[in-house]
């Protein structure tokens, strides 16, 4: 498998739901960030997490991290048809001392008003 | 302040011509990555470069491809020559000096077609 791979690929939910999404990597990283990308446009950075927090919280977002596992996951809590869109987790290569990120495939989230 | 600035939004360039990208960091930032989104794909990392060096260009195809972040102007993706599979999300991204923190700020992308 490939360095940041999400899981799964495509999620549907109603609104109101939460939605979890996992990320997986292979090596060491500095940090893991979450993006969202909304179809046709660009990236909105949602949320960076250090290599050792383990917890990090912004709205209703909730990211964990376990460099144990080498695995991240991504709640979106109280979901709104405006999230719908696909989510990307992408680390940094922990032995470069500069920002060359690693995308996976990404999760496209659909939420159903 | 501007966010990362990418001109054209699209671009259409019949197979054999040159495509060129355009991608003005945020100020204040130095350090600029270009990526590439196939459909359906995540990105792929291309290029890396501060100004007027290429730090990291592992990702770039062997051919065809260029890229440069002069002293003045914008960061300057060039393909050359294109071909179909050259069709793809072109992104630019920038960031300050690099820390464990930093955030790399995407632009809205280049959307390139082959015809």
């Known amino acids: 498998s490939q360095q940041g791979e999400e899981d799964p690929q495509a999620l549907s939910i109603q609104e109101g739901e939460n939605a979890t999404m996992n990320c997986s990597y292979k090596?060491?990283?500095?940090?893991l960030q979450w993006y969202r990308q909304n179809s046709g446009r660009g990236l909105v950075h949602l949320i960076l997490i250090r290599s050792n927090e383990r917890e990090k919280h912004s709205g209703r977002l909730r990211v964990t991290l376990d460099t144990s596992k080498k695995s991240s996951s991504l709640l979106i809590t109280a979901s709104r048809a405006a999230d719908t869109a696909s989510y990307f987790c992408?680390?940094?290569?922990?032995?470069?001392?500069?920002?060359?990120?690693?995308f996976g495939q990404g999760t496209i989230l659909t939420v159903h008003p | 302040n501007a966010g990362v600035m990418q001109n054209p939004r699209h671009l259409v360039r019949r197979r054999g011509q040159e495509a060129r990208l355009r991608c003005s960091p945020m100020k204040g930032h130095s350090h600029v990555y270009w990526y590439r989104q196939l459909p359906e794909e995540g990105l792929k990392f291309m290029v890396y470069?501060?100004?007027?060096?290429?730090?990291?260009e592992s990702g770039m195809p062997k051919e065809r491809f260029s890229a440069e972040f002069p002293k003045e102007g914008p960061s300057i993706l060039r393909i050359q020559q294109v071909v179909r599979g050259d069709s793809a999300a072109y992104f630019c991204?920038?960031?300050?000096?690099?820390?464990?923190?930093?955030?790399?700020?995407f632009g809205q992308g280049t959307r390139l077609t082959v015809v």
């Open positions: 991204a920038s960031s300050p000096a690099w820390s464990q923190n930093t955030e790399a700020f």
């Open positions: 470069l501060q100004k007027e060096n290429i730090i990291d």
């Open positions: 992408a680390t940094d290569d922990g032995g470069t001392s500069y920002g060359k990120l690693t």
């Open positions: 090596t060491s990283i500095n940090n």
